[in-house]
């Protein structure tokens, strides 16, 4: 089939590549030329573990191409796939949906021939609807143009995993042909057994956010959890353990520490209480601005915890960061709990060192006025306290020994739950985590 993914960002350059290495047609569409153009030679123009290799493999064989034009993707495509951006408005929790509409607007003076326009991108429920009915003024004859929604559900940093083998696919779509157009594209998933969900627009596009509200809600509780074992002296590791041994909770998502960011859960939650207020069922997810706020208080308390530590003052303070990005195996700092506590202690006085496997870069054009180190020893000398805010796992492989020698005051802040506390406290540090409690 010849597919179209308009919007190669994280979530459209790993469907572009995988789709061609399924055997599709691909064209791969975007605005930012800069972009096209490393996609074009192969270069990922972010990190994400084996794109790099399926891309190759793909534009190689001839089956991947990408495109600045929209023109040549509407004579190209049988399906277009949307999956551009849809952060959170500027002045408000809703989200903005203007890089879609521009596209359906971009895209429908140039269809001339029958196609299924796929959105993937997470929106309020009812875009779906909204869009075809756009479509309907803007063409001529829109019958032989339809709309369904197929949300995306792919890990960052497991994107290329997650999108060949997903743990099930859902579209939504309003005719029998759009339903077995869908199949016919996603046919060797089917056939390996993924679980295959074909719904309404309106139950697609709500099954995103259902999920995302999901996932932020069970970090939300562990971190309530963390803060009320803080007050108590429990130890919210143990109770994790304990509770995910049931197998109705499941252990999974009860990482206590800093929260969750990204460019995904956060506005996708905000969003959601804003359509549901349109909605006149305000009431029915109020309790997501609570996720929200519980969610966010936690970058305050680790800056609370952290200024405690460095003696009651950053003011002429080192730090060491450890951790820019949202998730480990990402290079994306988009709303990053830890580059939201580094940018608090550097306001407060911090001179904050940071330290990040792969996003150095992105955070430094976020913050130039943070020092940046490529190596964690280099990062921690003379540091009166060492941060651990992102889980990546070469920290948990680190040398406190090692270490030790190099900082002021061996004074750690486990903001992720990742160290072993036990090692580092034999090797004469002091550990503090977030919901543990500090022995002596
Ligand atoms: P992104 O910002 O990385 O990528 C969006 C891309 O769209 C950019 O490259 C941008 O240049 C391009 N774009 C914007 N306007 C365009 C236009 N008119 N024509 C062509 N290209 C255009 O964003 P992302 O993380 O890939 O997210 C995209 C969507 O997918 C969002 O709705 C997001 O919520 C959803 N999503 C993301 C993930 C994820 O892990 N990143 C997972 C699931 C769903």
């Known amino acids: 089939m010849r597919l179209t993914v308009i919007g190669t960002g994280y ?3 790993v469907h572009a590549a995988c789709m061609a290495d399924i055997g ?29 290799q399926i891309l190759t493999r793909n534009i190689g064989s001839g089956r991947l191409r990408f495109t600045t034009s929209l023109r040549e993707a509407a004579e190209f495509g049988d399906v277009h796939f949307v999956c551009v951006g849809t952060p959170q408005q500027r002045d408000s929790l809703a989200a903005d949906l203007r890089h879609v509409d521009a596209v359906i607007d971009a895209l429908a003076p140039h269809l001339r021939r029958p196609c299924l326009i796929v ?32 949300p995306e559900f792919l890990r960052e940093g497991y994107a290329v995993h997650d999108t060949l083998q997903p743990d099930r696919l859902v579209t939504g779509v ?29 139950t697609a596009e709500l099954v995103k956010v259902a999920a995302n509200s999901f996932l932020a809600t069970k970090i939300s509780f562990i971190n309530a959890m963390a803060e009320v ?32 960011g990204g460019g995904c859960l956060p506005k996708d939650i905000r969003a959601f209480t804003a359509r549901a ?46 951790g820019a990005t949202f998730k480990p195996n990402s290079d994306d700092v988009r709303d990053s709990p830890s580059l939201a506590v580094a940018a608090a202690i550097h306001r407060e006085g911090a001179e904050v060192c940071l330290h990040d496997p792969e996003g150095v870069d992105n955070a430094r054009a976020v913050l130039p006025a943070l020092r940046y180190s490529p190596d964690v020893s280099t990062a921690c000398q003379d540091a009166c306290l060492v941060l651990h805010l992102t889980e990546w796992s070469q920290y948990r492989k ?3 020994v090692a270490l030790a020698a190099v900082v002021r005051t061996p004074n750690v802040l486990d903001a992720r739950n990742g160290l072993d506390a036990e090692l580092w406290r034999s090797a004469g540090w002091t550990v503090r985590a977030l919901g543990r409690p500090t022995p002596g």
């Not at 096209?36 to 573990?49: K, M, N, S, T, V």
């Not at 991108?121 to 009915?133: D, F, I, K, N």
């Not at 207020?277 to 997810?285: C, F, H, M, T, Y």
């Not at 706020?293 to 460095?310: F, K, Y």
Request: charged share 25%; glycine share 10%; with cysteine.
């Open 229 to 260: 074992c803080d007050a108590s002296g429990a130890d919210v590791v143990t109770l994790a353990d304990a509770i995910g041994h049931d197998t109705r909770i499941g252990r999974r998502f009860l990482s206590a520490g800093l929260g969750f």
């Open 398 to 400: 680190l040398d406190p």
């Open 119 to 150: 959105g993937k991108s997470t929106v309020p429920v009812g875009t779906t609807e909204r869009l075809a009915a756009r479509l309907t003024e803007l063409l001529p004859d829109a019958s032989a143009v339809e709309v369904a929604w197929n």
């Open 24 to 52: 599709h047609e691909v064209l791969g569409v975007d605005i930012d030329a800069d972009k096209i153009r490393a996609l074009a030679d192969g270069r990922p123009p972010f990190f994400e573990p084996g794109l790099r």
């Open 277 to 322: 207020r349109e909605l006149g069922v305000d009431r029915a997810v109020a309790f997501l601005r609570e996720v929200d706020e519980i969610n966010m208080r936690q970058r305050r308390r680790t800056v609370d915890i952290a200024r405690e530590l460095a003696g009651g003052t950053f003011t002429g303070r080192r730090v060491a960061v450890l």
């Open 11 to 13: 979530l459209g350059a």
């Open 174 to 202: 309003v005719s029998s042909h759009a339903d077995e157009v869908l199949r016919a594209v996603y046919a060797p998933m089917l056939e390996a057994g993924v679980p295959y969900i074909s719904t309404d627009p309106a």
